[in-house]
């Protein structure tokens, strides 16, 4: 366990950082590219988000010691249970597919060239750089953890799942520049 424990601290402590990019949602239309993303680095240790960012990696960092115990079996029964049937796995997969985040970020940029709004470039810029880093994250850690995927495949790129990073970071995005309204269903969607 500590062998896998330590890259996965490492991870949580530098790359996930990344992954709070919606925290500077209201970025200022004028920074560009390369500031927003510093700035999106940065945000886990210089704004208000700081206790959630370190009780948040305390709670992964528990869930991964717990893993064998609890998480394991859970997953083998509802994978056998199907509790929801096809229908929920096919939302996922959909939800997951990171097609929703480029229709908003394709929409967003295609307006913005279109009328020159500023605010609404920047929002597809948030969602594309969102996007980035969760996915960039996810893929870190797949490699460092190494989880066997629960089909028996052999394959271990099982955890953290691709399909729930970019469902919530869409689901992120929507709730900081839209509201909790569409925010909320987004989130419902992600879930």
């Not at 510093?38 to 240790?45: E, G, I, M, V």
């Given at each position: 366990m500590t062998k896998k424990l330590k890259p996965f601290i490492?991870?949580?402590?530098?790359?996930?950082?990344?992954?709070?990019?919606?925290?500077?949602?209201?970025?200022?239309?004028?920074?560009?590219?390369?500031?927003?993303?510093?700035?999106?680095?940065?945000?886990?240790?210089?704004?208000?988000?700081?206790p959630y960012f370190l009780v948040g990696s305390a709670l992964a960092i528990t869930f991964a010691i717990f893993e064998d115990s609890v998480s394991d079996p859970l997953q083998v029964r509802t994978i056998s249970d199907r509790p929801l049937g096809n229908f929920a796995s096919d939302l996922g997969v959909l939800a997951g597919s990171l097609t929703p985040n480029l229709i908003y970020a394709g929409g967003m940029l295609l307006t913005a060239a279109i009328t020159g709004n500023h605010e609404t470039r920047a929002k597809g810029n948030l969602m594309l750089r969102a996007t980035a880093y969760s996915q960039a994250t996810t893929t870190a850690l797949k490699f460092i953890i190494r989880e066997p995927r629960p089909d028996g495949s052999g394959e271990k790129v099982s955890f953290p799942s691709g399909h729930s990073t970019g469902a919530f970071s869409f689901a992120s995005v929507i709730q900081a520049e839209h509201g909790w309204i569409y925010g909320g269903l987004a989130y419902t969607y992600a879930t």
């Open positions: 490492f991870v949580i402590l530098l790359i996930s950082s990344l992954v709070l990019a919606p925290v500077s949602a209201n970025a200022s239309a004028e920074e560009s590219l390369g500031e927003q993303t510093w700035n999106d680095f940065k945000s886990p240790y210089s704004t208000p988000v700081r």
